[in-house]
């Protein structure tokens, strides 16, 4: 596992990281298929781009239409499909006011910052002791830990919901979140962003008299900063678009959280409402694609050392 | 030295290295506490519920059935089905994500026009929901939906994807290898960029062209990322859930009646969780191997 990411370091991709090919590649473009090259490479873009993000601005934009102005712009084809021409915010104001999305997405947001704030504390501390602290079983202790990356969550949901029952803890926005806050790979991500740190400043520190604490606390935590943004934002992206547990755990509509929300708006039985539907997934990704667009360099990392957990 | 003083000095290293002990205990025991209460005491909890017969509404109520349970598995139609569409599942995700992550990566690795654009594009579905991708590919792929529209246009009839018994399994495969597809390029293209250029200006003076170089050199250069890349693909598909839950259904016919979808059904709905645990028990076993699997191919030195 180690190896595993210590290969992935540099994948934040920067455009000035150029790659050799860059260099080779252009040397060889020099001559006659040059043009078919530029015009098959800017197909490519396009279709890739279209593939991607087209399905978005469907969604975005049918989210503002009413569902008979949906189905009547979708065929035949047209620019109108994707552009909203009579924008109506009736089904935003549907989705607040009638159907309490502004609850479910307080409820995710707190179940996500609860994540975020117990395993930030926890994962770090323990980082902490495995990178700097020399003790017996060491080892051990990581490897007791790192055991439980490779258990799929989606197998200990019915004895999770078992264990919650137990503890009185049904339908409540606590049995959602808690579970997952010693988080495995959030040690992992720690760990290893740890380990840079050289250990010449613990040194120094311990010849000022500092203890372990003062160490964790004025020297290695201001040091990682960086790899912790990560981390917060890991925590929080798998929290915001858990689906399985929360479906699981929460029984009663007022501690709904926002994806499954979504998801019974489209499920079984009724006819689903496009518009409000669309809406929904809307309002529901909206928070997550702004937060990615602005620091994309920040999440790459961190998915890079996923194993989607 | 005298034997005193290097007692002295013993006695106090000890006392050191008992106070680090202790130290190490209390930053690492509330990562511990939590993490044995909510993974290692489920697990304990799944293996024992495979071996009884209950409900859970009335838990109390158990009957020992020993191996039963797993025996059901493989005896019964149903499940064996879930069992094949879900290996199906996985294997064609795999195997339609790796070129495509391959061919997007050696794109994305090159200067290109709008290059930042194509990256954010590729990557955006990684960080969208399960609900939100299934949502709107089940509205993409509904006969009334964007995809027949525009198949309609081109002059093509009107396909049920999601209902068609041959349509509906190839359907959420492909949602899903578009919802994945960024990760395997996020992993392809660190694999690339930690290719040294020295290995490619020699092989291009060696006169390797282009394809040559990709297959001889880039691909066999890859295989750890290759590798890691089949098993996170595995298993999130061994894991997904969501197509069958918001999409299908798991219909028609159980063509897309995935394992998790059939845990939380046996469990959840039909209120058989010793059985849900002994599937679950399957699926926890199946991971566990293919990520061990994954750290033995690790292991071996993939040197060129």
């Known amino acids: 596992m180690t190896q595993l990411a210590s290969q992935q370091n540099d994948t934040a991709s920067g455009p000035e990281t150029t790659a050799p090919e860059g260099r080779l590649g252009r040397l060889k473009e020099r001559g006659p298929g040059r043009l078919w090259q530029r015009v098959w490479t800017s197909l490519v873009v396009l279709a890739i781009l279209i593939a991607f993000l087209l399905p978005y601005e469907w969604m975005f934009a049918s989210g503002l239409k009413t569902q008979s102005g949906i189905f009547a712009d979708i065929s035949p084809l047209s620019w109108k499909t994707f552009i909203p021409v009579e924008v109506t915010f009736e089904n935003i104001i549907e989705l607040f006011v009638g159907r309490g999305v502004g609850r479910a997405l307080l409820n995710s947001f707190l179940v996500a910052a609860f994540q975020v704030i117990c395993s930030l504390v926890l994962c770090t501390l323990a980082a902490y002791a495995l990178t700097r602290i020399a003790f017996k079983g060491r080892n051990v202790v990581f490897a007791i830990i790192l055991a439980t990356f490779m258990l799929p969550a989606e197998a200990l949901v019915v004895p999770l919901y078992q264990l919650i029952s137990a503890m009185s803890l049904q339908d409540t926005l606590l049995a959602v979140g808690v579970p997952w806050i010693a988080s495995a790979f959030g040690l992992f991500l720690l760990r290893q962003s740890f380990e840079a740190v050289p250990l010449e400043m613990d040194e120094a520190a311990k010849l000022d008299g500092a203890g372990h604490f003062r160490i964790f606390w004025s020297v290695i935590l201001p040091v990682v900063r960086v790899d912790i943004v990560t981390f917060v934002l890991m925590i929080f992206l798998f929290s915001w678009n858990g689906f399985l547990w929360p479906l699981v755990a929460i029984q009663s509509t007022e501690n709904t959280l926002v994806q499954v929300a979504v998801a019974q708006s489209v499920s079984p039985g009724a006819l689903p409402n496009w518009g409000l539907t669309f809406a929904g997934a809307s309002v529901a990704t909206i928070p997550l694609v702004i937060l990615f667009i602005f620091l994309q360099r920040l999440f790459i990392p961190g998915l890079a050392r996923t194993g989607l957990k | ?304």
């Open chain 2, 1 to 304: 030295m005298s034997s005193t003083t290097t007692r002295l000095v013993r006695g106090a290293e000890r006392k050191r290295s008992r106070r680090e002990l202790l130290v190490a205990a209390g930053f690492l025991a509330p990562f511990l506490i939590i993490l044995v209460i909510f993974q290692y005491v489920p697990v304990g909890l799944l293996v024992k519920n495979s071996l009884f017969g209950y409900t859970l509404i009335n838990p109390d109520l158990q009957t020992f059935v020993g191996l039963e349970n797993f025996a059901r598995i493989f005896k019964d139609p149903t499940t064996l089905q879930t069992i094949l569409v879900t290996l199906i599942f996985a294997v064609g995700v795999v195997v339609l994500i790796i070129p495509l992550g391959f061919l997007l990566a050696s794109y994305l690795n090159r200067p290109l026009p709008g290059r930042g654009i194509l990256r954010t594009a590729v990557f955006l579905p990684v960080i969208t929901s399960s609900v939100v991708v299934a949502t709107l590919w089940n509205f993409l792929l509904a006969n009334e939906g964007l995809v027949n529209a525009a198949l309609n246009s081109l002059g093509f009839s009107t396909m049920s994807f999601l209902t068609d018994q041959s349509l509906a399994l190839p359907s959420i495969i492909i949602m899903s290898v578009w919802q994945q597809v960024g990760m395997a390029t996020i992993l392809y293209l660190g694999g690339l960029q930690s290719i040294p250029g020295d290995v490619m200006e020699a092989s291009t003076l060696d006169g390797a062209g282009g394809l040559k170089r990709t297959f001889l050199i880039v691909i066999p250069l890859l295989t750890r990322t290759t590798v890691m890349v089949v098993v996170i693909m595995t298993v999130f598909a061994l894991q997904s859930f969501t197509p069958a839950y918001v999409m299908t259904q798991g219909a028609p016919g159980g063509t897309t009646n995935l394992l998790v979808y059939e845990i939380y059904k046996q469990a959840f709905t039909l209120q058989d969780p010793g059985f849900a645990s002994a599937l679950s028990v399957l699926l926890l076993v199946g991971a566990i191997t293919i990520s061990l699997v994954q750290m033995r191919l690790l292991r071996t030195r993939w040197d060129y």
